[in-house]
């Protein structure tokens, strides 16, 4: 997969989970000007891997494709059930000129972060060899918690949520790990 292909497939799957969980965020935040629609990418994420890395905690779910697409379709579920479907639709249909603004800004914001990655990919310096090796760890062992890539037979201990995020979308894109944690600092 060509690295644009990459980047444009990211960025429509950050899209699509901001919009499977914008009804919630419409319903639950009345008093934004935008009703959560600029929120609603950064929260879609959050829900879907939240729910993947709880089913996979409890031994329910893989992080795979399909562990995605369930939590997917679960958030989708809990959005249309207790969000506002239709009058977030119906919100969006008067307000088209600041979806496309948001939308825009987004766009924009990414390319050039994805572009200032792409000048320097490669994943030495600080952190980034720790942080890279979580990534395949959670690509690797698909089961929650991850394995510690150092210490042999014992779990990742501390923060790696994020990297079940980055993980997620690097399964369901389908491009290599690398790409993937560089799309996911961008």
């Given at each position: 997969?060509?690295?644009?292909?990459a980047f444009?497939?990211?960025?429509l799957?950050?899209?699509?989970a901001?919009?499977?969980?914008?009804?919630?965020?419409?319903?639950m935040?009345p008093?934004?000007?935008?009703?959560?629609?600029?929120?609603?990418k950064?929260?879609?994420?959050l829900?879907?891997?939240?729910?993947l890395?709880?089913l996979s905690?409890l031994?329910?779910?893989?992080?795979?494709?399909?562990?995605?697409?369930?939590?997917?379709?679960v958030?989708?579920?809990?959005?249309?059930?207790?969000?506002?479907?239709?009058?977030a639709l119906?919100?969006?249909?008067?307000?088209v000129?600041l979806?496309?603004?948001?939308?825009?800004v987004?766009?924009?914001?990414?390319?050039?972060?994805?572009?200032?990655?792409?000048?320097?990919?490669?994943?030495?310096?600080?952190?980034?060899?720790?942080?890279?090796?979580?990534?395949?760890?959670?690509?690797?062992?698909?089961?929650?918690?991850?394995?510690?890539?150092?210490?042999?037979?014992?779990?990742?201990?501390?923060?790696y949520?994020g990297?079940?995020?980055?993980?997620?979308?690097?399964?369901?894109?389908?491009v290599?790990?690398?790409?993937?944690?560089?799309?996911?600092?961008?």
């Amino acid at each position: 997969m060509s690295d644009i292909l990459a980047f444009l497939t990211w960025w429509l799957l950050v899209c699509l989970a901001g919009w499977l969980v914008w009804p919630l965020l419409f319903h639950m935040l009345p008093r934004l000007p935008e009703r959560g629609y600029a929120l609603s990418k950064a929260c879609g994420l959050l829900l879907i891997g939240y729910v993947l890395w709880i089913l996979s905690a409890l031994g329910y779910l893989r992080i795979s494709g399909g562990g995605v697409l369930f939590s997917a379709v679960v958030v989708t579920c809990l959005a249309l059930r207790f969000g506002n479907a239709g009058g977030a639709l119906n919100w969006l249909g008067k307000h088209v000129r600041l979806m496309f603004v948001v939308e825009g800004v987004f766009f924009v914001c990414f390319a050039i972060f994805a572009y200032v990655r792409a000048l320097n990919p490669d994943i030495v310096g600080t952190e980034k060899p720790m942080e890279f090796a979580f990534l395949n760890s959670i690509l690797r062992g698909a089961e929650i918690p991850p394995r510690d890539p150092w210490l042999s037979g014992y779990a990742i201990s501390y923060y790696y949520f994020g990297y079940v995020i980055i993980g997620m979308l690097t399964r369901v894109s389908g491009v290599l790990p690398g790409v993937g944690f560089n799309l996911g600092v961008a």
